[in-house]
């Protein structure tokens, strides 16, 4: 009869936590807003990124970004901010495509602050030295291996482009935070080959709005040599997330728990 008792009573709880609203998901100090759980919606986070100018195949492209918003939320760690970073190897490069590999993006949570008030150098530093988040690498798509692509005026004075990748969660903890990793690893992406990435990368840029604190010779002319901070642009990062347990049915269960064995004592007492 206890036990009848505190079923109906949870169910009767279940019923009034049904009808509040639900609480926002946090994870890793991130707020990814009420509907963060649901494996149906799109975790979407736009960038601000500054990168390496490349003109051959074999070539290191270096970059750096700020995440501006999660779904759509501006405070979405309060005063800190998502930052990152990302090298990949160039291939087939000509004058109006490339092709990526070896791919990697680091993401780290720090204080917020002004990518344009130092040099390039100097922001990669500041963000190497927060707080590891999430890990990134490439996941191949195309029958040479590309994890990113990009296409447009990629040599002369007016360098533009637009690209696109994918990415898989990195889950081997040798970076960042595990909670991270688990709640970005939905495999929910498929690519061209039969398999399934976490992460979609749309990505522009061009050589129109650069940092004055970096040396751009050859920038606005077309002569720069590889590895100058020639580009910046942005990127919007998009995935689907792991599900989660609402917080108000984590307490149903342990409410539920605790009544089963507070009736299991009773019963062993009679």
């Known amino acids: 009869m206890a036990i009848r008792k505190i079923i109906a009573s949870s169910i009767a709880i279940a019923a009034l936590t049904a009808a509040a609203p639900a609480s926002a998901i946090v994870i890793g100090g991130v707020d990814f807003g009420p509907d963060g759980a649901s494996p149906t919606n799109t975790h979407i986070e736009t960038t601000t990124v500054a990168e390496t100018f490349i003109n051959g195949s074999g070539q290191t492209l270096l970059g750096y970004g700020q995440i501006n ?11 800190d901010r998502l930052y990152f970073t990302f090298e990949y190897t160039s291939q087939n490069f000509s004058a109006t495509d490339v092709e990526f ?6 993401v780290y949570l720090g204080a917020n602050f002004n990518l344009t008030s130092q ?12 707080s590891e988040w999430v890990r990134f690498t490439g996941h191949d798509f195309t029958a040479t291996g590309a994890e990113l692509t990009a296409s447009g005026d990629l040599i002369g004075s007016a360098l533009s482009f637009k690209g696109s990748g994918l990415a898989d969660v990195d889950t081997t903890g040798v970076f960042g935070l595990a909670a991270v ?13 039969g398999g399934f990435a976490d992460i979609s990368v ?33 990127a919007d990062l998009r995935g689907k997330t792991v599900t989660v347990p609402e917080p108000a049915s984590l307490a149903l269960l342990g409410i539920g728990l605790f009544g089963i064995a507070a009736a ?4 062993k007492a009679a």
Do not use: K, P
């Not at 918003?69 to 005063?79: H, I, K, Q, R």
């Not at 590999?101 to 680091?106: C, K």
């Not at 990793?181 to 080959?193: C, E, G, H, T």
């Not at 990505?203 to 940092?211: A, M």
């Open 119 to 130: 040099s390039s150098v100097a922001n990669l530093a500041t963000i190497q030295g927060y």
């Open 264 to 267: 299991r004592r009773n019963r």
């Open 101 to 106: 590999i070896n791919g990697t993006i680091n």
């Open 181 to 193: 990793a688990s709640f970005l690893d939905a495999n929910s992406i498929a690519d061209s080959l």
């Open 69 to 79: 918003t999660v779904n759509g939320n501006l405070l979405y760690a309060g005063t």
């Open 202 to 234: 749309n990505t522009s840029g061009d050589n129109q709005v650069l940092n004055s604190h970096d040396v751009t010779t050859g920038c606005a002319d077309g002569t720069a040599a590889a590895g100058t901070w020639c580009i910046s642009g942005s």
